[in-house]
């Protein structure tokens, strides 16, 4: 995955095989977030959505790059604040500047990211503040499958490359028997919407799950993401013979239409680090039988972010030295 044709990038569910893999291998940093500590988390995007999950069981308050300022404005005061940016860059230095000099922050500024090179980290040194650097592998923008996988990996787990092996070993196994008896009979290719439906336990994954939609199809696909309660509340009142429903270990009960249920590990400490890996990766399998929308806008869109965010946004990621 070192070097890659931005006019041929990989789909999702490739990289996401090679994002286990590089986790197998690779040490993760050493991360300690107490549960007695106050964080204030601020995040773009999937950044946020991941930050969401890594802090769900502390004492948090969450951000984007929107909201930040205001967001912290009504706060007394902060133990810690930690920015998470796979690269480091585009808004993250300015976030950066502006948590550095807020005096509602007790202790220096963590800094989560995949970047040694983050333009984010000028601030953060000035302060002594601290920067987790996690690996990566090379793949197209926006996919961010090991750069977010591995913090909420770390997170989650004190056996890392242990439970990426058994992640890993399900989608080969369970995941991919599921996805071939579906394929007998059906094809992604005919649906136009897709139903995702994950466990209570998993809510947090929804924004992930539709961020990645977005970011493959734009608007050419409809889709949706509820847990089995929300799902209850009018979310299928109007059907449709297009649409597939897609259950992350949940039977079909009294819901109608084309459905595939999709097995998770029992067992796994790390239950988002798994729900986030075969989400991706049954995503990327719908890409392949999608036209090549993300293929075909991806360096038209890296030519008009680089001019919007004034830094090189290039359409297969890796940094150096990582």
């Not at 926006?142 to 092996?165: C, D, F, H, V, W």
């Not at 209850?232 to 897609?246: G, N, Q, R, Y």
């Not at 949940?250 to 097995?263: A, E, F, Q, T, V």
Request: aromatic letters at 10%; one cysteine or more.
């Amino acid at each position: 995955m070192e070097e890659i044709d931005p006019n041929s990038p990989p789909h999702l569910d490739v990289c996401v095989l090679n994002a286990l893999e590089l986790l197998i291998r690779r040490r993760l940093p050493h991360v300690d977030f107490p549960k007695n500590k106050r964080y204030f988390v601020v995040g773009s995007g999937n950044a946020l959505a991941a930050g969401r999950i890594i802090f769900r069981n502390r004492d948090a308050a969450f951000a984007n790059e929107s909201t930040y300022t205001r967001a912290l404005r009504p706060i007394k005061s902060i133990d810690h604040a930690i920015l998470i940016s796979a690269s480091g860059g585009k808004h993250a230095p300015e976030i950066a500047k502006y948590l550095t000099r807020s005096k509602k922050i007790r202790k220096p500024l963590i800094l989560l990211t995949c970047n040694p090179k983050a333009g984010a980290q000028s601030y953060i040194a000035r302060k002594k503040g601290k920067v987790l650097l996690f690996p990566h592998v090379a793949e197209p923008y926006t996919y961010n499958t090991s750069t977010y996988m591995g913090m909420i990996l770390r997170a989650e787990t004190k056996t890392p490359q242990k439970e990426a092996e058994q992640i890993l070993q399900h989608i080969n196994g369970p995941v991919n028997s599921a996805l071939k008896k579906f394929a007998r009979n059906k094809n992604f290719r005919n649906y136009k919407a897709f139903y995702l439906l994950v466990p209570e336990e998993f809510d947090l994954i929804g924004e992930m799950l539709k961020t990645k939609f977005v970011e493959l199809f734009g608007r050419k696909i409809a889709r949706d993401v509820f847990t089995s309660e929300q799902a209850k509340h009018a979310t299928t009142l109007v059907e449709s013979d297009t649409e597939l429903f897609i259950s992350f270990d949940y039977k079909k009960k009294w819901w109608s239409g084309n459905w595939l249920n999709i097995p998770l590990p029992r067992g796994a400490s790390a239950g988002y680090t798994a729900i986030m890996a075969i989400g991706y990766y049954v995503i990327g399998k719908i890409q392949t039988q999608k036209p090549a929308w993300f293929k075909d806008s991806l360096q038209a869109y890296c030519d008009k972010a680089s001019s919007v965010f004034r830094e090189e946004i290039k359409p297969i990621v890796h940094y150096e030295d990582c």
